[in-house]
């Protein structure tokens, strides 16, 4: 991860500069910077959400690069993120609608009092160690994801918690009694943040040897090469994109607007699966009422893209 603007393989080039950024920092005036933040990226075009909280920034953006620039530039002027880092990919349509810079509680929710990872927090391996640590059966590799990210893709090997918010992964790592059972602890997640406070509460928790992936998944999937890749299956974004491959190429899941579950194209090709209504994951779960309204969404979303704009369901 660096400051500087990453080269990218031509499969991943688009048209969008896509920026994902976090800094945990001890941020008091959070809120002062809300307004400014906001009239900085819409200046500059610029979309996508920014979380604004006590313990710093998190969030991804997308734009031209001057205008990604900018909004760095802003924010690395600030005295708190000075030395804020960010990964970028690419995107060939605009993958937000809008601009948000929210005002949180945390910039990452788990929920649990006095989880600093500015005090305390897991041993940070880069991209090209990962493999050789994840390989070694004294260690055992925690996916801190949720089940809807897990399912399209995941490290070989991992352990699953099968979590359907962050807030549930403190309450799992408790009432698995045999996580101790071996010394190492390897975590990941999509681009770093969640594993600054995962690592931060398992080492609260009496786990000495904790390491995770510094980047994500998304910088391992930047610089490792796919012959030489522990990774199985596509990343989830939380984006238009859905999910990318390696190269941070854009993958070929879309997502349900019914369920907002990632869809491949053999799920897209299932009998019960009805653009905006129904998928595989929740035909099963929705009444004849919830149906006609999503086909009511969906065609106001068609007739938006007629006119040329895009509706704010879709």
Known sequence: ????????????????????????ARLHRFADLRDPLQAVCDDHGVKGTLLLAQEGVNGTIAGTEGGIAAVLAFLRAQPEFRN??????????????RMKVRIKKE?????????DPLTIVGTYVEPKDWNALISDPETLVIDTRNDYETAIG?????????????????????????????????????????????????????FDEV????????????????????????????DDRVSVTHGLGEGEHTLCHACRQPLTLEERASPVHEEGVACVHCHDTRT????????????????????????LGS
Request: with cysteine; proline share 5%; net charge positive.
């Open 1 to 24: 991860m660096t400051n500087s603007a990453t080269t990218l393989p031509p499969e991943a080039q688009g048209s969008f500069l896509v920026a994902a950024l976090y800094h945990f």
């Open 84 to 97: 804020l880092e960010h990964k970028e990919s690419r995107a060939a349509a605009m993958p937000f609608l």
């Open 107 to 115: 910039i990452v929710t788990m929920g649990v009092e006095d989880i």
């Open 154 to 206: 995941t490290f070989r090997g991992a352990l699953d918690p099968q979590t359907k918010t962050f807030r549930e992964f403190p309450d799992w790592v408790k009432n698995q009694t045999g996580l101790h059972n071996k010394p190492k602890i390897a975590m990941y997640c999509t681009g770093g943040i969640r594993c600054e406070k995962a690592t931060a509460f398992m080492k609260s928790q009496g």
């Open 211 to 238: 390491y995770h992936l510094k980047g994500g998944i998304l910088k391992y999937l930047e610089e490792t090469p796919p012959q030489e890749s522990l990774w199985e299956g596509a990343c989830f974004v939380f």
């Open 288 to 311: 004849d009422e919830d149906r006609e309204r999503y086909r009511q969404r969906q065609r106001q979303i068609a007739l938006a893209k007629m006119r040329g704009s895009k509706h």
